[in-house]
């Protein structure tokens, strides 16, 4: 709907600026001068942070030298890409990223709309406000933090470890072994952002008429039933378009969590592009290289939004930008 | 939502109760773990097992991080980074939302567009690196704060806001002679209130947060916030920095519980501003997922 808006308005302002010439819209800007001043800063600012690095992604075809600068490097096109492509340590990133992705959706995206569902069925104004506030908390904490928890949790001495070990069982290798990592990193996503993702599904539900439960009832239908029949149908327009939404973020890692949760036991199974970009780059100085791949990454996730936010048009005649 | 009488309809009503208050329990355990963590004494803390009350207190581990220079210098520059960047960034933030809820000021989309296109697209870690490295930032505290000039996203949920004020306020005022700036400072601004504090909680969350930045830019760690000797602490395990005098066996004997009042100094201030955005934030999430 936006993008139509926009485009009505431009309609409007061209139809406008026809009849009534170029005068009018140098007197606009003349009017309007104080606005140009304070949309300045963030220009400017958009210019250096932001625009720079992206003339600056260019070191990927260069072969960048510190001293000569991203200007006196000398220019090597695909070079660094073949080497990319050819390079095992990155397809492995690569499948490790979307399957990663594929199991945080697979488990990740039903478990709010499973939690809002049950809220929304809590007739106890205090119990369901209460129970809310609690499990929006954890959104608020950085990984750094959570990470730290886990491993008070789950290290070889942690608490789990240590209360298996009094009932005699042997003790597990939570953090350091391929099997557990993926579990692991949906299971602490589930519970870090799955009450905070409950909000939008909650005001979903606010919308639904009471009347149709009300009739329902009458009708002999029991709370589940109404759940299928009722609760779900009015929540799948937002589910069907969060989900096309997920997948225009298939390519992005989720770097704060697995970089804080990660050891070098673990690369096989959860390293993922993010994390294997900064280790490339910051760690081993490999710039060109580095670059390659974040400028690789930026350029599928771009295709992919333009994509996603096609079919979500389609879908509901509502882009996302 | 008809009451429903019937035992099905009860025994639903029971199951559900239960379980979301054992989520409630799965999501508080963790935190109430490493309160308990903090407070344990040693001779407690050794005995193996799950200690859900702690029989004996000891405020020892608070006494000890509060004892130390380099972690109560951090707690200050994270308090200083935190305010700093926040009114910082929610000034340039309103700013520029205001101008763009002018229908016809010339170029809007354009500039709309230009804004916009750094959410979609990026140079990525290393331009990003290089061009920081270049304007002399390393090591500075301005790099923490100076560069987020600008949420874009925030930038979108106030401009909604700023559109819903009502046209008539800003027009009688604009009759009366007043300047745009003037409009914006003393009509657009004081009506906003509710959404500039619940935008700037959560820009002050990201700062306190943040342990980003200071890993990749600053290497003195004289400079570093609270959240990234927590990480030193945490993630790479290293005790150093809350090293140095006499402490050497006593640290050894603390180095969890240490590790917990850590974690806790840094969690209480997010709790503590918790009530005052969750009261807002609902609307501002809503208003941003719809967007503009």
Redesign the interface.
Known sequence: MSGRRRAGENDMAARAVNTQGAGDVARRISKYKMLYVMLLPAVVFLIIFNYIPMYGATIAFKDFWMTKGILGSPWVGFEHFERLFATDKFWQVFRNTIEINLLRLLFGFPAPIVLAILLNEVRHKLFKRSIQTIVYLPHFISWVTIAGIIFSLLSNEGLVNKIITAFGGESVNFLTSNAMFRPLLVLSGIWKEAGWGTIIFLAALAGVNPDLYEAATVDGANRFKQIVHITLPSLLPVISILLILNFGSMMNGGFDQVFNLYNTMVYESGDVIDTYVYRIGLTQGKYSMATAIGLFLNIINFLLLILVNQAAKRMSGQGIY | ????T?L??KI??GF??L???F??A???Y??W??LV?SVLPYEESIK???HLFPRKLSFEAYEYVFSKDTLVRSLIVSVFVTAAGALYQLF?TA??A???I?????GR?A?FL???F?M????????????IKT?GLVNSLAVMIV?A??SVYN?VVLKTFFQNIPKELEESATIDGA???TV?ARIVLPLSVPALATIGLFVA?GQW?N??VPM?FLNDKGLWPL?MV??D???NNNMELTRGGSFVSQEFMLA?TI??AI?VV??VP??AV?PF??KHF?KG??IG?I??
Do not use: C, E
């Open positions: 939502m008809v009451k429903s019937s099905s309809g639903f009503d559900n109760l379980f979301l208050l989520m409630a799965i999501t508080l963790p935190f773990h490493v963590g193996s097992g799950f340039i700013i520029t205001y101008p763009l002018k229908q016809d000021l010339p989309t500039i230009f804004i916009i750094t979609f697209f990026g140079g990525g870690l290393i331009p990003y690196y290089l061009l304007l560069p000039a600008l930038m300047g745009y700036m914006f969350v947060n342990w980003y990749l959240a927590l990480r602490i945490l993630i969890d590790k917990s974690v840094s969690v997010i709790i918790y955005i969750q609902v999430v809503m997922s967007k503009s």
